[in-house]
């Protein structure tokens, strides 16, 4: 069964506790997969693609990585205004696309 | 440049009752997507655009929930007659991808919160 699965659920830190999320994924005929950050009440916005395994992005405190089952969003440093919720998507074979359900960050000062 | 636009931000409406939402992408992206997002669940697609052809609209309810795109620009989403369970955020987004090879990011406007009582 195509799936993606965010862990973990939720996770909170203490500013500048460096940690990392995970994305893992069960899709054949990878298209790409999306990071997004998502603040309350607002659309998705766009952070990073990663197309093949051992490919790595950074901006800012962000660095992302992909496998050829899971991709990690690490966070360095983070500081209160990295509170957000931090949304995997995968899309495959073609047309489809599926989100995971999501990692909810709290960034304590 | 100018975001994806979407309207109205929020809705309310009885059972039972129907709903239209409107969605303007970005020029010139080929992809339009809806994407229903239940509070503490990630978006969900429902159908997919690509110019005016639809790709995929495999999870969306068809006995209730339809949608257009004009043109290959603007798009609707109807749903008739809404029940309890549809009260979500419905997002919309564009992205430039006008194939099935490698899929590039999509743009998501801020969304339309829908409240069924």
């Known amino acids: 069964e195509d799936q993606v699965t965010q862990s973990p659920e939720a996770l909170r830190l203490q500013e500048g506790e460096s940690s990392s999320l995970n994305c893992s994924y069960t899709?054949?005929?990878?298209?790409?997969l999306f990071w997004y950050r998502q603040d309350p009440g607002k659309g998705p916005e766009f952070l990073f693609t990663l197309y093949s395994a051992g490919e790595e992005k950074e901006k800012e405190r962000l660095k992302a990585t992909l496998t050829k089952k899971e991709s990690f969003l690490h966070i360095t440093a983070p500081k209160p205004e990295d509170s957000a919720t931090y949304l995997c998507a995968v899309s495959f074979r073609g047309f489809k696309t599926i989100f995971g359900a999501g990692t909810r960050l709290f960034v304590k000062a | 440049e100018a975001g994806v636009a979407q309207s109205p931000r929020y809705k309310i409406i009885e059972k039972r009752q129907s709903v239209a939402f409107w969605c303007n992408p970005i020029?010139?992206?080929?992809?339009l997507y809806w994407y229903q997002q239940i509070l503490g669940q990630g978006p969900k697609l429902l159908i997919q655009f690509q110019n005016n052809g639809v790709v995929d609209d495999s999870q969306l309810p068809k006995d209730r929930f339809s949608a257009e795109r004009l043109k290959g620009v603007d798009s609707t989403l109807k749903i008739q007659p809404a029940k309890l369970e549809d009260s979500a955020v419905y997002l919309c987004a564009s992205s430039l991808d006008s194939g099935p090879g490698r899929r590039t990011e999509a743009f998501f406007g801020q969304g339309t919160r829908l409240t069924v009582v």
């Open positions: 899709v054949s005929g990878l298209r790409g």
């Open positions: 020029s010139g992206h080929a992809t």
